[in-house]
């Protein structure tokens, strides 16, 4: 059997007994919590959205202020009376007045579902995805193992909603204290949060409600979240598909698909989007808002970029890849058409993934989703016009598949800043990552010696850094949401608008994402690697994975490209490629 | 080569499965409360994990 590229040692096992250590504390730390067991959801749908979740312009009612406590200008809020209870004369008007007593309940009900709507449909968009991304992996690797490229991208569907609904999203969210765009989430208490308390500093860790979506998180407006943040967790766990293609053993692989999702992708996102350490930066240290990535270039795209790095290191390249010298061969995908269909796709599915994370199109600054929208569009394509001319101008020809990877990559670069940040800024973030990705495929090629078939980890690990940085760069300080970011007033403002502390919190975050995700998964794929083994045979790989993994062609044995010719007569009206699977 | 039958392994399978419930019974043990039925509920759990990867082991050296 031919085995390459293999390296471990005592790296590894130090890398273990941390991680073990690390697993223990979180489970003594979090075991019987779940303060959510003893709250009461909304399954109904009938509690959800009253008339504290209208939102009103109050005159001369409280503002929000920045860390320097000056007014933001803000007045957009729960309306209070003067003393500041919410919204206590229509409480008083209750039997005077039932019709507005009413309406304000029917105003607050349909504000919230607006944004479930919304966010429903957003999260619909980016399901989609997946398919673009099957397309898009399966368009660059090779026909005779399209097969089980496609059935890995199909089956992580599967496999990642599982894992996220046994225990994901508890782990990233089960202490986030509420929904308020979704109009409850209220068994998603904040003390269900594993916190460490250092110096009088809470470092949130990890989540605790909201297992099996049970007891209190067994609620209408937690199940939106769940969905929304679902079929994101999918996405990064998709992209490790691409970059490990035609040599990854699928058993391998669904494990994988759960470690993913129940481990890899929550806890990162936890500390990111859950109210977790990251978040806290700027209210802990005063690093700007701490961590703010709006739809997730770090927590989905960096996250999924960098399990797919310590996947393939561990895999090795594929076999005729690299040269006895180290030079590397370029192996040409089956179908560039089925490759640029997809990037449609993925960038079609986009409009869902960065305008929906604003868990709302109602109150509270989220009418800025027409804004999001177009930064979106402009990144993406002022990226693949970037990236097509510099391939064209180094290369001698526009290559298609390093312009459909420039697309993807301001589409990936774009997602953290696209709530922040003005249209020109997006083209410029978006005119980098089209060059970024060009050199990050030449590094891992040529320096890294890393085999990514189609690019994962160039696009999404690198370009996603990129977008993280990017945040505390070029926002410029005019989103409101609310008036509050991470628990810091005002708005969220980069270096070049004038806040140096955004930038400290930005690149704590992209170092944090490369260490602990990169080392989590390179110590989880060696652990399998030892076990179960990750790598199909050589020969299996030779011929092609997909009748030795799948038992049945993607396309008829005569297909160019489709492996070994083994031709299996159909007999009982069976196709070829169905008998081919029964052979 | 011989593609098809002989690759067959129905064992991967059941490794995936035990590998599975293991995980299920685990994060039912953790999430509620403590008690001795989620102590043995986390010990069935973790002894799915480990079933799950001798199986697969066992997949490997047989595949």
Not at chain 1, 417 to 433: D, E, K, M, R
Not at chain 2, 19 to 48: D, S
Request: charged share 10%.
């Amino acid at each position: 059997m031919l085995r390459v590229h293999r390296s471990g040692g005592w790296l590894t096992q130090w890398w273990l007994i941390f991680l073990g250590l690390m697993l223990t504390g979180v489970v003594i730390a979090g075991c019987g919590r779940s303060p959510a067991a003893d709250l009461k959801g909304d399954p109904g749908g009938i509690a959800t959205g009253t008339k504290s979740d209208v939102v009103a312009q109050v005159a001369g009612g409280p503002q929000f202020v920045d860390k320097n406590g000056k007014p933001t200008g803000d007045v957009t809020q729960a309306a209070k009376d003067k003393d500041g209870n919410p919204l206590s004369e229509i409480d008083a008007a209750k039997d005077k007045e039932p019709l507005a007593y009413s309406l304000a309940n029917m105003v607050g009900q349909n504000r919230i579902a607006v944004n479930i709507v919304w966010t429903l449909v957003a999260g619909f968009l980016v399901m989609f995805m997946q398919a673009g991304f099957a397309l898009v992996e399966t368009g660059f690797t090779r026909a005779k193992s399209a097969a089980h490229t496609m059935m890995m991208n199909f089956m992580i569907y599967g496999l990642g909603m599982l894992g996220y609904f046994i225990a994901g999203f508890a782990f990233q969210f089960g202490g986030i204290g509420g929904l308020a765009t979704l109009g409850g989430g209220s068994a998603l208490t904040s003390a269900g949060e594993v916190t460490l308390n250092i110096a009088g500093k809470p470092f949130g860790l990890i989540g605790t409600n909201g297992f099996f979506l049970s007891g209190g998180t067994y609620d209408v407006s937690i199940a939106v979240m769940f969905l929304f943040q679902m079929v994101f967790m999918d996405t990064a766990a998709t992209i490790p598909t691409g970059a490990m293609a035609e040599r990854w053993k699928f058993s391998a692989f669904c494990i994988f698909g759960f470690f993913c999702s129940t481990v890899t992708y929550p806890v990162f996102g936890n500390w990111g989007w859950g109210g977790g350490w990251l978040a806290q930066l700027g209210s802990n240290f005063g690093f700007g808002h701490g961590y703010a990535d709006f739809a997730g270039s770090g927590v989905v795209h960096a996250v999924g970029g960098w399990m797919g790095l310590a996947g393939a290191i561990v895999l090795g390249p594929r076999i005729g890849k690299f040269n006895k010298d180290g030079s590397p061969n370029t192996i040409a995908g089956h179908n560039l058409t089925l490759a640029i269909l997809g990037t449609f796709i993925l960038a079609f599915g986009w409009f869902g993934f960065n305008p929906g994370s604003t868990l709302a199109a109602s109150g509270s600054g989220a009418l800025r989703i027409g804004l999001i929208a177009v930064n979106t569009m402009l990144a993406g394509a002022a990226a693949s016009l970037s990236a097509m001319l510099y391939m064209w101008w180094t290369k001698g020809k526009p290559d298609p598949s390093m312009t459909v990877n420039g697309i993807l990559a301001g589409l990936v670069a774009i997602t953290a800043p696209s709530g922040f940040v003005s249209p020109v800024s997006s083209v410029i973030i978006g005119l980098i990552a089209g060059v970024l990705v060009c050199w990050a495929v030449w590094f891992f090629d040529n320096i890294a010696k890393v085999d990514d078939p189609v690019g994962a980890i160039s696009v999404h690990g690198v370009c996603g850094t990129w977008g993280v940085i990017a945040v505390g760069l070029f926002a410029d300080g005019t989103s409101n949401y609310g008036g509050v970011w991470n628990g810091v007033g005002g708005s969220v403002t980069g270096l070049f608008f004038g806040d140096a502390g955004q930038l400290v919190a930005q690149l704590i975050g992209a170092i944090t994402c490369f260490v602990y995700v990169g080392g989590v998964s390179y110590i989880f794929f060696r652990v399998v690697d030892k076990l179960i083994g990750m790598r199909t045979p050589a020969e299996t790989e030779l011929g092609g994975l997909d009748i030795p993994e799948m038992g049945a062609y993607a396309y008829p044995v005569d297909f160019p490209g489709t492996g070994p010719v083994n031709p299996v007569p159909a007999s009982n009206g069976a196709t070829a490629t169905s008998a081919a699977s029964l052979a | 080569m011989n593609y098809g039958a002989k690759e067959a392994n129905s064992k991967e399978a059941m490794g995936l499965v035990v590998f599975v419930i293991g995980l299920v019974l685990l994060a039912a043990g953790w999430a509620y409360g403590l008690g001795i039925f989620q102590v043995v509920l986390v010990v069935l759990g973790l002894a799915g994990f480990v079933a799950g990867f001798v199986v697969l082991r066992g997949a490997k050296a047989e595949g």
